[in-house]
């Protein structure tokens, strides 16, 4: 079966530090992966999406992702993060079907001072 | 600022009532999308339209009731809601069928 699983339900990170949020994915071939990142009270943004070549792809507001296709993963990564970094964040996956995003549970990350 | 417009942001509700919910985008996209989305949970799709033709319907309770007049509009008519339909329902559209979604804010729905 198809699925895609965030391991971390939450993390807390200080503010300045890095993040790695991750995401493991089981399709049957290559799908399109994304990160959305959601704000409280907010839609879904767009922060990256890999479809195929560099696995390394850069997004917004600093973020970048690693596509490893042994590992079956798309980790999302930021060198420093910001207070407004607070957010849920889901990766996604597609299928070949109009608008049929598989997304993870998503994991929401916390920003101390 | 978002391109995808949903109006109301908040609606409140009895069970008997009638409301719609709107959703409009300007950006030319082909397919548009319902979104339900329970606190602390993932969204989960409701339906989409590609080509201003319903393409997905997933299993959703005759409740609720989608249309889309033009290739800009999504409307969700709601009828007869429970409580448990209280949420936060996102409009999304999209370009292709890649799985590259632009959501609105969402309209958050409480039923009384």
């Keep these: 079966a198809q699925s895609v699983t965030q391991p971390d339900i939450h993390i807390t990170v200080s503010e300045g530090a890095s993040l790695e949020l991750r995401c493991n994915y089981s399709y049957g071939a290559t799908p399109y992966l994304f990160w959305y990142v959601q704000s ?17 792809v850069q997004g917004i507001k600093g973020f970048e992702a690693e596509f490893k296709r042994s590992q079956s993963s798309f980790n999302l990564r930021k060198p420093s993060v910001h207070w407004s970094d607070a957010a849920e964040y889901f990766c996604a996956v597609s299928s070949d079907s109009w608008g049929k995003l598989q997304f993870g549970a998503g994991t929401q990350v916390v920003v101390t001072p | ?42 969204p989960e799709l409701m339906f989409v339209y590609s080509y201003e033709k319903l393409s997905i319907n997933e299993s959703v309770p005759s409740r609720f009731s989608p249309e889309c007049p033009n290739s800009s509009l999504l409307n969700l008519h709601l009828h007869a809601l429970q409580p448990e339909d209280s949420a936060l329902y996102l409009c999304a559209s999209s370009q292709d069928n890649t799985g590259e979604l632009f959501f609105g804010e969402g309209s958050r729905l409480t039923v009384l």
């Design chain 2, 1 to 42: 600022d978002t391109e995808v417009t949903q109006t109301p942001k908040h609606l409140v509700m009895g069970m008997t009532n009638k409301k719609s919910l709107k959703c409009e985008q300007h950006m030319g996209h082909r397919a548009m999308y319902w979104y339900k989305q329970k606190a602390k949970k993932p």
């Design chain 1, 40 to 56: 409280p009270g907010q839609g879904l943004q767009l922060l990256l999406k890999y479809f195929s070549g560099d696995t390394l």
